[in-house]
């Protein structure tokens, strides 16, 4: 296992401490993030863990199973790269958009004989986790997401219950949205257009569970079957009819995290993540109008609202909302499950 430097060493002749960081925001997108993406730097059992990138913000994990390989995002950026091993044929890792269900430093699993998951991080009650494992350098697992120890030890640090995990055949992550204010209002009306006041005095949760003011709030919309369903921890507390402007154009399949509050009153901050499930394939971001197209019943968008907070996901899918989509304790969307 290999602990790797921010920099290649032809690169830190260049970029010498925190400040010339600031100075060149550019050069480290365009050097660092690009030769990772194309998998030049991570060998198997190999890691990249670089929190100053970002220092706060909500986070969230992305699952490559092609790349094998997860990358962490805070606030908008990428903090973290390790390498990882998913399930193997037979056992495959499920694909689709999860959140962090429990949490455990120490654990053992209950359906292969007592094997040892430290640091383990819970995605599905059937079984699928994110935790400390054999990295190989190929899938190799029972359908959790292994990783390098040490990584996730200093992974469990930053993510908390409800932190949203998307495991992925590939994934693009477009430019922050900054919405105008109406969240999910099918009306214009003066109720409407300061949703940013609604995170007045709400901070983002803490790392750890057990400190956490507020629980975590997912929102999930669909276009196949034209619902809306506002998840609170593990349950479901407002569920109705999505009006969708333009029905026949697909949604696609996003996860759009909020941040907080736009500067100088500019609506709302949201970190998006664009994903798909077809190995290869071309994966569309999010128009930058997508939220707008989307409005709900009143009363959900108000059962929404009273619960909103920094590092609220809203997930976007053109699959329906069904058993077969949702745990039924716990929140997942599952495009594919094979396990």
């Known amino acids: 296992m290999r602990v790797l430097p921010p920099f290649s060493l032809c690169r830190r002749r260049f970029l010498v401490g925190s400040a010339a960081i600031a100075f060149a925001p550019a050069l480290l997108r365009q050097s660092f993030a690009a030769r990772v993406a194309e998998g030049q730097v991570l060998q198997p059992g190999d890691y990249f863990w670089n929190p100053e990138r970002s220092q706060s913000g909500p986070v969230a994990i992305v699952v490559s199973i092609p790349d094998q390989r997860v990358t962490v995002y805070r606030g908008g950026q990428v903090i973290a790269v390790s390498t990882c091993s998913t399930g193997k044929p037979g056992h495959e890792t499920p694909t689709g958009t999860f959140t962090i269900l429990e949490k455990a430093k120490v654990h053992h699993s209950s359906t292969y ?16 986790a994110l935790h400390a494992g054999d990295l190989p350098g190929y899938p190799a697992s029972h359908g959790c997401v292994r990783l390098p120890r040490e990584f996730s030890a200093l992974l469990y640090t930053v993510t908390l219950v409800g932190t949203t995990v998307t495991i992925t055949s590939s994934h693009v992550t477009p430019p922050p949205v900054r919405h105008d204010g109406l969240v999910l209002a099918k009306h214009h009306s003066s109720e409407n257009t300061a949703a940013a006041n609604t995170l007045a005095g709400k901070t983002l949760p803490a790392p750890h569970h057990s400190e956490n003011k507020v629980p975590p709030l997912a929102v999930i ?3 196949a079957d034209k619902r809306i369903v506002v998840i609170e921890h593990d349950r479901p507390v407002a569920e109705g009819t999505a009006f969708i402007a333009d029905p026949h154009r697909p949604l696609g399949s996003h996860v759009f995290v909020l941040a907080g509050s736009g500067a100088y009153g500019q609506g709302l901050l949201w970190h998006v993540i664009s994903h798909g499930t077809t190995p ?3 994966v569309s971001a999010a128009d930058s109008n997508l939220i707008q197209r989307i409005s709900g019943e009143p009363g959900v968008v108000q059962a929404m609202k009273a619960r909103m907070h920094p590092g609220m996901v809203l997930i976007t899918t053109d ?3 069904s058993a077969a989509t949702r ?9 594919e499950d094979d396990s």
């Open 327 to 335: 745990s039924a304790s716990g929140f997942s969307i599952i495009t």
């Open 221 to 223: 919309v669909s276009s």
């Open 113 to 128: 004989s007592g094997a040892p998951m430290p640091n383990m991080e819970r995605l599905t009650w059937s079984g699928v």
């Open 280 to 282: 290869g394939a071309a």
């Open 319 to 321: 699959q329906p909302i």
